[in-house]
């Protein structure tokens, strides 16, 4: 799991990385396909480890509650990191270097937006209880 864990947030990190003049092999292929591959080593020990204590009859309990967990927290994920992409991509908006066209300043506003995602994203963790 550590493994897969280590991966899913290597593919973020990589993803941040993203600028102006990335092309789709040099920046996003490798990282997603890290990415893709992590999750894969991650969900399933911990969905087996999730479900591997609870007794037989309530094991259906526990696997939708699991999945349920999963559905809301990939939803608040999304929320966030969409949040943290807004307010970059505003925040870039004033920093677009000068003589920029139009087209190049929407590289940079997008770029900087989820760059910044990215690395939200990958240095996030749940607080400890």
């Known amino acids: 799991m550590l493994v897969g864990a280590a991966l899913g947030t290597g593919g973020m990190a990589w993803l941040s990385q993203v600028s102006t003049d ?18 894969g080593l991650l969900f399933v020990p911990l969905s087996v480890s999730l479900v591997a204590g609870v007794p037989p009859q309530l094991s259906g ?26 307010t970059a991509s505003r925040h870039a908006r004033a920093d677009v270097p000068a003589g920029s066209s139009a087209a190049d300043a929407a590289r940079y506003v997008l770029a900087h937006g989820v760059a910044r995602a990215f690395l939200v994203g990958a240095s996030w963790s749940p607080p400890s209880s």
Do not use: K
């Not at 990335?22 to 999750?39: D, K, Q, R």
């Open 61 to 86: 309990a526990a696997a939708s509650m699991m999945v349920t967990v999963q559905q809301v927290g990939g939803a608040l994920g999304v929320a966030v990191l969409v949040t943290v992409f807004g």
């Open 22 to 39: 990335s092309s789709y092999v040099s920046i996003t292929l490798g990282p997603l396909l890290m990415f893709g591959f992590g999750l």
